[in-house]
């Protein structure tokens, strides 16, 4: 799921990418030429009908490559493309004897292929955006079976809509294309749609929300609405390809939509690598030749003397060996795994010329302040938080510490919407969070990090929160900016190209914290943001969180098990065992009560609290 993407400021890097698109294009358009020179008309029939795939498999990645689940139903948009533009173009004469029994509002139209082509688009929208409502709300292993479903119900519905498509009789009398620039053209400006809507705002947000739905709900996103429109944009896309198919063929049958055609398209897109558009060419081209290298063999050949036999069915075998190899050898497919290394996004961020201010400006210190009242929440029968009361002021950073399972995080969830409160209320700046959409509590400005880490692993680092500052409503430029300057606060500018997952530890923790601020919140909620990290690494951390606070003026919430840490942060300390606020105030006043020093700290730790309060005390003098 790699591909480094990087938009309008980054010029560097958006050329980078759009180059690898070029180059698959390329390939694409050598394959054409050289099949017309060399094959001459059977090679010209191989290359109408790779350009086709192209064009089919490139519309199905655009929602498999994005929203990660395999579909097998955009076969049902091929046919309803290939027969609603069979009906629309077909001359009248002919369909009177093809089609004797077709509704008159539906006969006779005779339009030109292109002429057609607004009203076959509209239909292909209007089915997906049906079908997409349901299948929008499924994911994985579901969703794929869904699509498969979906499949089946449309080749039914074509065998038995007899007075629309012969019922699975040959449909025959279709206007043929045999203009192969028309339909490589057509390929290459669906390359570039899908190209277009992978880096736009809904193609970030479906892919966050591919990577974790939950982080991607925190950041205010509907991954459901983002699947909708990856579904509806890429079934209105094989709507298109499927007439095109249908105009190439001349005649066809529900058949020649089913499982046949759409298994080679998904090895096509697997082959290829379902992530990356270039990679869905690239397989279409590979497996175009694999298929008609073999179909020859197929019938039996001489090679040097031996005669093979004649072997059923190895152009398919042959499809199932390919994809085997390219899962056990590049699971990421032909074109996958590629990005940028450190550096690249160091140079770019010397380029970004910054639409907003790179500080941004601090917030009066009366506003914007978190109120907890009477929170609480039980999981059948355990009570993770009852009945918690506390505020967090804008401009100081507030601790939270207890044991594990204290029911701190769960805490933070009851804020954010995760989870829903059995009793009790949360506002900010009087406005009531509680009972409001998670993705909604966004608008209110509380931004969140989560205590194991919840990154978009597919993205890069620079992605990912430029997502969350899409999500936050900037414009595009702005989003750029306020990424860069986030990614500077924390000194990830030099490792803005890299995918999430290949990051470091340390580095994976700052960019969350990055991503959440990139939301531009009043409240930050960080959960145990310096978990796992050395003594440098949360000194450092400190620091940038107490310069955060003084320029921005934000409230934070500190969950930590790092006393030190939290010591030196933090100026008011809440303190939670059992689900219950056992103690509140400063660090001192928090040490001193014996509550906390019997349920939470215990003897042995008594003198390290001490010790800590000692840099404590130094921080509070400087
Ligand atoms: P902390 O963050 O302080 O370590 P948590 O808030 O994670 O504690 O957990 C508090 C309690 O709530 C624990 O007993 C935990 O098992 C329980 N809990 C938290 N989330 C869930 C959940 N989704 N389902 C069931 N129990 C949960
Ligand atoms: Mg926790």
Redesign the pocket.
């Known amino acids: 799921m790699s591909e480094v993407a990087l938009y309008a400021h980054p010029a560097r890097l958006r050329a980078a990418n759009w180059l690898r698109t070029l180059a698959a294009l390329g390939v694409l358009i050598g394959t054409v030429a050289v099949l017309t020179l060399v094959f001459g008309r059977t090679g010209e029939r191989i290359a109408l009908l790779m350009c086709v795939n192209v064009a089919a498999v490139v519309a199905l990645a655009v929602f498999c490559g994005n929203t990660g689940i395999v579909s097998f139903g955009h076969g049902a948009f091929m046919a309803l493309g290939a027969y609603a533009s069979g009906i629309l173009t077909m001359p009248a004469g002919l369909q009177r004897s093809a089609l004797p029994e077709l509704p008159g509002w539906l006969s006779g139209y005779e339009l030109s292929v292109l002429g057609a082509l607004p009203l076959v688009l509209l239909v292909g929208l209007c089915f997906a955006l049906l079908t997409g409502s349901a299948i929008s709300r499924l994911q994985g292993a579901s969703a794929a079976i869904a699509t498969l479903g979906l499949l089946i119900i449309v080749h039914s519905i074509a065998i038995s809509a007899r007075e629309f498509t012969r019922g699975s009789q040959t449909f025959y009398g279709v206007p043929r294309i045999t203009d192969l620039t028309f339909v490589l053209l057509a390929a290459i400006g669906v390359v570039i749609v899908a190209r277009l809507y992978r880096e736009s705002r809904w193609g970030l947000f479906v892919r966050a929300a591919r990577d974790d739905e939950d982080a991607a709900s925190a950041l205010g996103i509907y991954p459901r609405r983002a699947r909708l429109v990856a579904w509806t944009l890429s079934g209105t896309l094989a709507t298109l390809a499927g007439a095109l198919y249908g105009h190439i063929l001349g005649a066809f049958s529900p058949a020649s939509f089913y499982l046949g055609l759409v298994f080679a398209q998904v090895v096509m897109m697997i082959v290829g690598g379902m992530s990356s558009v270039g990679g869905a060419v690239v397989g279409v081209v590979a497996v175009t030749i694999l298929q008609n290298t073999v179909r020859n063999l197929e019938g039996g050949i001489t090679v040097v003397g031996v005669t093979l036999p004649e072997v059923f069915g190895l152009t398919t075998v042959s499809l199932g060996i390919a994809i085997l190899l390219v899962i056990w050898l590049r699971p990421q497919g032909l074109v996958g795994g590629f990005e940028l290394g450190p550096g690249a996004g160091a140079r770019l961020l010397d380029r970004i010329k910054p639409t907003v201010p790179v500080t941004p400006t601090p917030r009066p210190v009366t506003t914007e302040i978190l109120k907890a009242r009477g929170l609480s ?1 039980s ?2 029968g ?4 009852t009945d918690v009361s506390f505020d967090v002021p804008a401009g100081r950073i507030t601790g939270l510490i ?12 009851l804020i954010t919407g995760q ?1 829903a409160a059995d009793t009790g209320t949360a506002e900010i700046d009087g406005v009531h969070l509680t009972g409001l959409l998670r993705h909604r509590i966004i608008e209110h400005r509380v931004a969140r990090s989560f ?1 194991n880490l919840r990154l978009f692993s597919g993205l890069t680092a620079f992605e990912n929160v430029l997502v969350a500052a899409l999500a936050a409503g900037y414009g595009r430029k702005n989003a750029n900016a306020v990424a860069l300057r986030e990614l500077k606060a924390f000194d990830l500018g030099g490792i803005a190209a890299m995918r999430a997952d290949n990051l470091p530890y340390g580095a994976r923790k700052r960019l969350e914290i990055a991503r959440a601020l990139a939301q531009d919140p009043a409240i930050l909620l960080l ?2 943001p310096a978990a796992g990290m050395n003594p440098a690494e949360t000194d450092d951390l400190a620091d940038r969180l107490i310069r955060i606070r003084q320029d921005r003026n934000i409230g934070i919430l500190l ?1 930590d098990h790092d006393l030190r840490f939290v010591n030196r942060l933090c100026s008011h300390i809440v303190v ?1 065992n059992r ?1 219950q606020k056992i103690a509140e105030g400063t660090p001192e006043e928090v040490r001193a009560n014996p509550e906390v020093i019997e349920a939470y700290i215990g003897r042995g730790r008594v003198a390290r609290a001490a010790d800590a309060s000692s840099t404590q005390d130094q921080v509070l003098a400087n």
Do not use: C, H
């Open positions: 929440r999981f059948a355990v009570k993770a938080v207890g044991p594990n399972g204290a029911g701190k995080s769960t805490f933070v969830n989870y205590q959960d145990e969950i939670m689900g």
